[in-house]
């Protein structure tokens, strides 16, 4: 079983500053790891993903992750941040494997960045 | 595409009412789920499917009952509503490749309170 930790569930920032958003996960199988965006009174859109390859993973928007296996993170960074980014932020994993249990999502409980003027 | 589609948007039931949650999608996905949002709590899998006809429980399934008889469709039924399932559910749909597909496409969500 896979589960995600979230451990800011507020993050406030002012404009223009940057920003991390810290995800760690707990897994005994190889992982695939996300993150979606929320915006308010909307579904979850994907960010970016991390699969295989370059630990250093570019999305939408700006944003970009790293992929650290010895700390079992998966943290979101963005340099600079707009007013537009303010929304609710989730990490989630699957197992990497062909597992046959439908590729299921683990999420963490949510990271609610507010920004500033 | 209008990928994932919910209905309704918002719902208000009585305790012991039942109603079928109803979600669509048109991307030609095998595998689709049924999350609930509650505040502070991320998303729990309700249900999933892998394909028509096949359906599974997920973490939270009591009170609740899925079907599948079409690639598109996946409706959710509450059979006696309760308080507890006060939530936000969302559908999310994928394509049941690994890789480069691994994406789950999610609907906007239907806000369900029962009183």
């Known amino acids: 079983a896979q589960s995600v930790t979230q451990l800011d569930s507020q993050v406030p920032v002012f404009e223009e500053a940057p920003v991390e958003l810290r995800c760690n996960y707990s897994?005994?199988?190889?992982?695939?790891l996300f993150w979606y965006v929320q915006y308010p009174n909307q579904g979850l859109q994907l960010l970016l993903k991390y699969l295989s390859g370059s630990t250093l993973v570019k999305g939408i928007n700006g944003f970009e992750a790293e992929f650290n296996k010895s700390q079992t993170s998966f943290h979101l960074r963005k340099p600079s941040v707009h007013i537009s980014d303010t929304a609710e932020y989730f990490c989630a994993v699957t197992p990497s494997g062909l597992t046959g249990g439908g590729n299921k999502l683990t999420f963490g409980t949510g990271t609610q960045l507010k920004v500033e003027l | 595409n209008a990928g994932v589609t919910q209905t309704p948007k918002f719902r208000i039931l009585k305790i012991g009412q039942s109603m079928t949650l109803q979600c669509t999608q048109d991307m030609n996905h095998n595998y689709m789920y049924w999350y609930r949002q509650d505040p502070g709590m991320g998303l729990k899998l309700i249900y999933y499917?892998?394909?028509?006809?096949?359906?599974d429980k997920g973490e939270v399934p009591n009170g609740y009952n899925v079907s599948r008889s079409t690639t598109e469709d996946f409706p959710l039924r509450l059979e006696l509503a309760a308080p507890s399932q006060t939530s936000v559910y969302f559908c999310?749909?994928?394509?049941?490749?690994?890789?480069?597909?691994?994406?789950?496409?999610f609907g906007p969500g239907t806000r369900l309170t029962v009183l």
């Open positions: 499917s892998v394909g028509a006809g096949i359906t």
């Open positions: 897994s005994s199988v190889s992982v695939y």
């Open positions: 999310a749909s994928k394509h049941s490749g690994q890789g480069s597909y691994n994406e789950q496409f």
